[in-house]
């Protein structure tokens, strides 16, 4: 059975930092694709970052280039968004998400609010 599962998020001031987790049960992140979203009150869900399955192609929405860094590491099994520089309007829930057998997967999510 495949899932994912976030952690790491929390309340950080602005200009602060977070490192979120997804750990990955059922399939091996080696393998593939890992993708970061989030979804902020009475906002649509939107991309943030993407890594593929070799690691050697990353992708960033403009909003987070410079700020964020997305990894994985296939001994742990878990992807990591490295957020950096944090600002008002990072708040949102972030999803990690996978395909795998032809089905996306999303993980539950993890809450970051970022306020003084």
């Known amino acids: 059975q495949v899932k994912l599962v976030e952690s790491g998020g929390g309340l950080v001031q602005p200009g602060g930092s977070l490192r979120l987790s997804c750990a990955a049960f059922?399939?091996?992140?080696?393998?593939?694709?890992m993708r970061w979203y989030r979804q902020a009150p009475g906002k649509e869900r939107e991309f943030v970052a993407s890594?593929?399955?070799?690691?050697?192609?990353?992708k960033y929405a403009d909003s987070v280039k410079g700020r964020f860094a997305v990894s994985k590491d296939s001994a742990s099994n878990q992807a990591y968004l490295q957020m950096n520089n944090l600002k008002p309007e990072d708040t949102a829930v972030y999803y990690c998400?996978?395909?795998?057998?032809?089905?996306?997967?999303w993980g539950q999510g993890t809450q970051v609010t970022v306020s003084s």
């Open positions: 890594i593929s399955t070799t690691g050697n192609l990353i």
């Open positions: 059922g399939l091996t992140v080696g393998t593939r694709d």
């Open positions: 998400s996978t395909t795998y057998a032809l089905n996306n997967y």
